[in-house]
Each structure stands twice: as structure tokens, then as C-alpha cells.
T-cell receptor, first 111, second 111 residues
Framework: NAGVTQTPKFRILKIGQSMTLQCTQD?????MYWYRQDPGMGLKLIYY???????DKGEVPNGYNVSRSTTEDFPLRLELAAPSQTSVYFC??????????FGSGTQLSVL | DAKTTQPNSMESNEEEPVHLPCNHS???????IHWYRQLPSQGPEYVIH???SNVNNRMASLAIAEDRKSSTLILHRATLRDAAVYYC????????????FGDGTTLTVKP
């Protein structure tokens, strides 16, 4: 099993550009999450999903969008990138309230 | 969402036990207590979780207070590889397990 796979690992965007961070899991997990982590800080929840077709906002959703068309995939879309979105982004999944599996992260810089 | 409070940092000597505390005084009856750790430049890694009873696995033990308002992660013999940031989080059953990560406890292990 590959677990949770995130792509790309690194990306530099210019202000105002858009991009999609990809996340896929092969464990048939129903719950999926997107977090961001600023330097020296804990993780903040951006969006989450309890299953295909169902998504909801977390603590810091502004500037982001998600979709969940399949169980496996949970892409995160950044529209009109801003310097405040410079961060490391982690995708995670779990089967109900069992342990969370995290991807290796995407380091994003907006310049 | 219920929050957790952890000390910013702790130190331990190699091969000695480590007790990492976590306060969660507003925990609800359906919240699961989870612990994760994060090594530099990596995604968080699951350590252990529980609901009411103490739990043991190959990595650690989790001691949960009788009133569930606090818990303690116990590493029985710290190694240098245990140096990491440790996060205690609550997974909220009625809200799809969405979790708030605090800033965690940075554990330093001295040889």
C-alpha cells in the first residue's frame, strides 16, 4: 500500500496564480482532511470530507476550495494565490475515528 | 471544538521514561484522545489513541484520567529517535473527527 500520496512536493507560485494540490489514498478511508502548517506552529484544518460528494470547512478555509468526487482523491484548489498561503500542506485520511495517516506534505511558496 | 493544552517543551535523558502530559478539560463524552508525533520535515505520525481506558502498543502507553480531562503519553525508554514534536488531539465523533492541533510539545532527548 502506498498510503497517502501528495503531489507536488514543492511548488513556487506567483501572487495571483492558481494551482491544485493533489491527494490520493489507497486504503479506502472515508474521512479525508487538508491541513496547513506554518513554521513552528501546529496544524490548522482547512477542509475535510466524510465521503465522496461531501465536504465541509475547517478552521481556515478562505482562499481554498476542495472536491471529493471519489473515495480515493481529495484535491485542494488555491485560487488567486497570496503570500499568506505560503505554508506546508498536509493531507490525511482515516477510517472513521481510527488513526490518521498523513502524506509527506507539499511545501508551497507564494512570491 | 474541544481544545488541548500541552507544555511547549520537555527534556529527557536517553533510555529513561518520558511522561508527556495533555490537558483537555472541555472534552466531551464522544471525543477520542489521539497522540501523534512529527519529526523535522515530515508529516505527523500516529502514536496511540484511546477513549476511556488506558492503552498500550509497541510505541507507547496512554494513561487517561478517570474524569478524562487529562491524559499522559508514556514512552518507556526514550531513544534519540524519539526526539520530535508530540501532539495531543481530540477527534470529535459527531463532527467527522475533525481535530484542532495545538502547537504540541517539543521533546528533546539527551544522550
Amino acid at each position: 500500500n502506498a498510503g497517502v500520496t501528495q503531489t507536488p512536493k514543492f511548488r513556487i507560485l506567483k501572487i495571483g496564480q492558481s494551482m491544485t494540490l493533489q491527494c490520493t489514498q489507497d486504503m479506502n478511508h472515508n474521512y479525508m482532511y487538508w491541513y496547513r502548517q506554518d513554521p513552528g506552529m501546529g496544524l490548522k484544518l482547512i477542509y475535510y470530507s466524510v465521503g465522496a460528494g461531501i465536504t465541509d470547512k475547517g478552521e481556515v478555509p478562505n482562499g481554498y476550495n476542495v472536491s471529493r468526487s471519489t473515495t480515493e482523491d481529495f484535491p485542494l484548489r488555491l485560487e488567486l494565490a497570496a503570500p499568506s498561503q505560503t505554508s506546508v500542506y498536509f493531507c490525511a485520511s482515516s477510517r472513521n475515528l481510527e488513526k490518521l495517516f498523513f502524506g509527506s506534505g507539499t511545501q508551497l511558496s507564494v512570491l | 471544538d474541544a481544545k488541548t493544552t500541552q507544555p511547549n517543551s520537555m527534556e529527557s535523558n536517553e533510555e529513561e521514561p518520558v511522561h508527556l502530559p495533555c490537558n483537555h478539560s472541555t472534552i466531551s463524552g464522544t471525543d477520542y484522545i489521539h497522540w501523534y508525533r512529527q519529526l523535522p520535515s515530515q508529516g505527523p505520525e500516529y502514536v496511540i489513541h484511546g477513549l476511556t481506558s488506558n492503552v498500550n502498543n509497541r510505541m507507547a502507553s496512554l494513561a487517561i484520567a478517570e474524569d478524562r480531562k487529562s491524559s499522559t503519553l508514556i514512552l518507556h525508554r526514550a531513544t534519540l529517535r524519539d526526539a520530535a514534536v508530540y501532539y495531543c488531539i481530540l477527534r470529535d465523533a459527531p463532527n467527522a473527527g475533525k481535530s484542532t492541533f495545538g502547537d504540541g510539545t517539543t521533546l528533546t532527548v539527551k544522550p
